[in-house]
């Protein structure tokens, strides 16, 4: 059974940082991109960050670039997402995803997320 288990998130005042992670099972980890994405309220699901199956590569949504940092522990099948200088708009629940092409189709996985909120 596949399973993706988002944990980190809370309240926390603008400016400051939280670690959010995801562990995984019930998958050949290392062989799936992992990615975060995010939902606001009324809003579309977006990608926030996403790294290759071997860490080497990753990107970020612009609006996250030198705040966000992606980061994964293949040994413990858990992505991870550093988030500093947080900001009001950045307040969203957070999804872990995992995704695998294949010839022929896509797997894609998801975790049921986890709500950061930055207020003061």
């Known amino acids: 059974q596949v399973q993706l288990v988002e944990s980190g998130g809370g309240l926390v005042q603008p400016g400051g940082s939280l670690r959010l992670s995801c562990a995984t099972s019930?998958?050949?980890?290392?062989?799936?991109?992992m990615n975060w994405y995010r939902q606001a309220p009324g809003k579309e699901r977006v990608l926030v960050a996403g790294i290759t199956r071997a860490g080497g590569s990753t990107n970020y949504a612009d609006s996250v670039k030198s705040r966000f940092t992606i980061s994964r522990d293949n040994a413990k099948n858990t992505v991870y997402l550093q988030m500093n200088s947080l900001k009001p708009e950045d307040t969203a629940v957070y999804y872990c995803?995992?995704?695998?092409?294949?010839?022929?189709?896509?797997?894609?996985?998801w975790g049921q997320g986890t709500q950061v909120t930055v207020s003061s």
């Open positions: 995803n995992a995704n695998r092409y294949i010839v022929g189709g896509t797997y894609n996985y």
């Open positions: 019930g998958f050949t980890f290392s062989n799936y991109g």
